[in-house]
């Protein structure tokens, strides 16, 4: 019996890394920014407030996409990036990033300004919005 939850226990495991290994966020543009691709390093430098190259568009805290997409694309978890941020505000030095609520809201955000860049979910990417980085 041991020896079969333990397989049991290997397989759900195994399963579940699977899941979060492929999913994949996508960080979009506007249709209209001319932007056509961008290295995570770029993307980094903005979403931390070391670039204005582009505004950034954050996701709300509670969206799993934020925390997967600040691990992968910075380094750094969604606090350590909120905490960034707050000093840049603090200091004069930026202003934080408008948040909203979903991947749909994103797409809206991005194309309402040229400047704008965000991030969504893989599975959300339409011909709405242009994909210039996919990050795994």
Not at 29 to 46: H, L, Y
Not at 53 to 65: K, L
Request: hydrophobic share 40%.
């Amino acid at each position: 019996m041991k020896k079969y939850t333990h397989t049991l226990v290997a397989m759900v495991l195994a399963t579940a890394a699977s899941a979060h290994a492929s999913a994949e966020t996508v960080v979009v543009v506007g249709m209209k920014n001319p932007t056509s691709t961008m290295s995570v390093e770029q993307v980094s430098q903005v979403f931390l407030g070391k670039s204005t190259s582009h505004t950034p568009i954050d996701q709300d805290e509670s969206n799993s996409v934020r925390a997967d997409f600040y691990k992968k694309a910075t380094g750094k978890d969604a606090s350590q990036v909120k905490a960034i941020w707050s000093k840049l505000v603090f200091t004069g030095k930026g202003t934080m990033p408008k948040e909203v609520a979903s991947s749909a809201d994103v797409k809206k955000a991005v194309n309402a300004d040229p400047s704008a860049i965000g991030y969504i979910e893989k599975a959300a990417l339409d011909g709405s919005v242009k994909a210039v980085l996919t990050i795994q």
